[in-house]
Each structure stands twice: as structure tokens, then as C-alpha cells.
């Protein structure tokens, strides 16, 4: 059969459930009360003798004080057994010798001692109270409950004087009527269930609808996330737990577009970044092999532009691996205590031929004794893409300026300011930190701006791994990054 078989859909399983627990329920709830009122029902099985009982004890008791003979009482006794549709046993008094039973089954045998003795109130004749009890196991009449009046048949059991009248008439009840008097509460709990039965159905159909209707939505959505269209979103308005697994959901779905958006940046930027070095690469390698150099300057001016982009080409792939592998969560730390002041003017020292050739004035504030804990490789390539940053977007005549704050003491951490010249809008500095993201060529400066857009996110990411915050700001005509950093032990 198909998974998508309805026999086999949560919402058929949610019936299918709900149905089982009304009817455990119903069996239990019945068991229950039956364990309770068990004793009510077997008591009520002897009060339907007692209210039998008064006629007939009066009119047999009328009989016996007449002094009739045995045959007579029989012949009552069979007749009010008939009208009053109860079993009835006319008992000698004195030997316990059953002279007459109603049905037929004990005539001629003798009682045995009583096991039980219950003793109830006689409405009629306070004196000679009712009197209950069952005969000994494994003894005439041990499947019945016997009732009578007074004491009966019973003084010589006893011991008690002996009675007047010869004979005791004791009615009869089956001890499987009174001990299985609670099954009168079957018809009562089979139209409960015929009742509760299409009501749990209708609202467990409800209640499945309500749960499955968003995992449905999610099926639906991530079908067309798996055809590969990633702008589905799903609508639940509602907390629980299925409500925060849409939310989750859409979340989702918007992020994996977004990667595969990414990704798709990625390639055609790596593609054109690829490309423009290799065109030139090839291009004046072509040139060579055929012969189109003029003189040895121009096989130099060629060589010097291949081994440049050449360059240019390793720059750009290292990037690419370096950003892959701090995204892979595989880069490892090698910390040690960093002089951070040191650190930076080395940075600095990188970029100073350039500045100066431009005009672009540079200032170091870093106090002395400043140190961090971190790897000092990947800390100073954090800081080194902040600095060729500013150096390719800071113009002519501009300024770059560097500073470092101690937080708290110079072992509670430090907040390094890299603030340059440029014009930048408070709207773009968000996507300062965007894969490949360059700012306009128009804004940079000739020969430098060309970068590859993965430069400060992996200042970024490898400020992070070390445990800070990178972050950027517009102000005044200027950008600043500001790297917190954790401090050394």
C-alpha cells in the first residue's frame, strides 16, 4: 500500500488512538466503579429478599401457629414461591432437615453449620429481626444465601432453647445472583459507550485536523524546497510545539535560500575573479610564446604583469581556502601572550609605502604592555585586512588611525580602533561584513581597491575565534572598526 495511504496518515493513527483510550477508559472507569459499589450491589440483592419476605412470613407464621400439618406449610410454601417468584425452603427446627424445597434440589437434606451471620432489621416485627448466611463450603445449599426471621432453625446450631414451632421457612437467593449483581451495569455502560464512542471520533477527527493541517503545510513546503524553490513560508498562528516547528521551518527555508544565494554569488564571483587574472596570465603568455615582445624591457613589463597576477590569483584562492576552513569550525588556536602594540606596528609597517606615496597620514596609539591572549599569525591577519582596507579606501591625502584601549586593566581585554577616511553611509555598513561584498570601484583608489570581498569577513570570523567582537561604524566623514578582544591570563 502507498506511505501516503490514508489507512496509514497520522490523522487516521490520532482516531485510531482516541478511539482506544475512550474505550480503555470506559473499561476502566466501569471497573472501577464496580470494585466500589460491589458491596452496595450484593446488599441490594438481599434487600430485593427482604422486601419479598414480609408477606410471606407473616401469612406462613399465621399457618404454623394453627398448627397445620408439614404438608399444609408445603403446599404454601410452593404456592408463594410461584407468586412471589423467589426460592423458598421449609426447614425442621430442631434436626435442620429441609422438608420442602421450592425447586426441587434440596428436599430431604440437612443444613450445615452456618458459616456467616448477618443480622437486619425487621420493619414488621422488631423481636425476630432477619437473619442471613451462607451454609459451609461443600455442604447442601453452599451455593445459596439464606434469609429467615428470628433465629429459626438456628438455636440448634447454637445451642439456644429450643423453639415452639417446628418448622422455619428461610428463603433462598442464588449466591451467583448476589455476587454477580454488578452486571446489571453492563447495559448502562454499553450505551455510555455508544454515546462516548462517535463523540471521541468526531472530536479526535477535529483535534487530528488541528495538529496535522501545519504538517501537512510542512510537507507541501518542503517539496517545493526539495523542486528548488526556497521563498515558501509557513503560516501557523500558533505557540505550541507544531507552531514553533513552522516558525523553525520558515526560518529555515529563508536560510537555505539565502546560502543558495550565496553560493551562487560565490560562484560567479570566484568565477570572475578567476577569470580576469587568468585572462591576463594567458593573454601575455601568448604573447611571449609567439614572439610579440619588441625588446627585453617589454619581455619584463609582460613577465612583471604575469607574475602580478599570478599573484593576484594565489591571493584570491588562498582566501577562498582560509574562509572555508574557518567556516568548516576546523581552525585550531595557537595561544600564546601577544604584545599587542608590536603586533599592531608591524601591521602598520605593511601598509606605510603605500600610505606615504599618497599622502595618507597614519597614527599608532597603542600604550605599552598591552598584551592578549591569542594565535599570533591569525590575530595580525585579522588586523592586517582591516588595515589594507582602510589603505585601499582611504583617498589621497587622507588619514588612517589606529588605537588600543585597555578594558578594565590590561588583563581584562582591550578594544582596537582601525578609523579611516572614507565615505561611507550609515546604510551600507551592515553589508560591510557580506560575503564578496565591494564597495563601489569609484570610491577606491587605482591600483588597490581590487579586492577579493572576503577580507573583513574573515577579519570577522577570525576576531571570533578568538572569543571578541568585531564591529563598524559611520561618523563624520570616517569608518571605524572596533575589534574587542579578550585579555591576556
Known sequence: MPRGS????????????????????????GGIFVATRRDEQERQALDH??????AIYGEFIFREIQGLPVETLAE????AADEYDVHLLLVNSTTGEIAFDSNERLTGKELALPQDVDVAANPLLPSRPYVS?????????????????????????RGFPRRAEPYSLILAVPEGTVTRAWLSLVPSLGIAAAIALPVAVLLALLIARYVTLPLQQLTLASQRMAEGSYDVSVSVDRDDEVGRLAQAFSTMARRVGEAHGQMRALVANVSHDLKTPLTSIIGFAQALRDGGAQDEAEVRRMGAVIHEEAQRLSARLNDLLYLSELESGQTLLQ??????????ETAVDRIEPDATARGVRLAVDVPEGVSVSADGAKLERAFENLLDNARKYTPDRGWIRVRATPQNGASGGVAVEVANTADVSPEEVPRLFERFYRRERSRAQAGGASGSGLGLPIARDLIELHGGTLDASARDGEIVFTAKLPGGA
Open 49 to 54: 429478599a427482604f422486601a419479598a419476605s414480609p
Open 76 to 79: 404454601f410454601s410452593s404456592a
Open 6 to 29: 490514508a489507512l496509514f496518515s497520522l490523522q487516521a493513527k490520532l482516531i485510531a488512538a482516541f478511539v482506544v483510550v475512550v474505550l480503555v477508559a470506559l473499561v476502566l472507569a
Open 133 to 157: 448466611w451462607r451454609p459451609a463450603a461443600d455442604t447442601p445449599g453452599d451455593d445459596l444465601v439464606l434469609v429467615t426471621t428470628g433465629r429459626g432453625g438456628l438455636e440448634r446450631f
Open 335 to 344: 595561544r600564546d601572550e601577544i604584545d599587542l602594540r608590536r603586533l599592531l
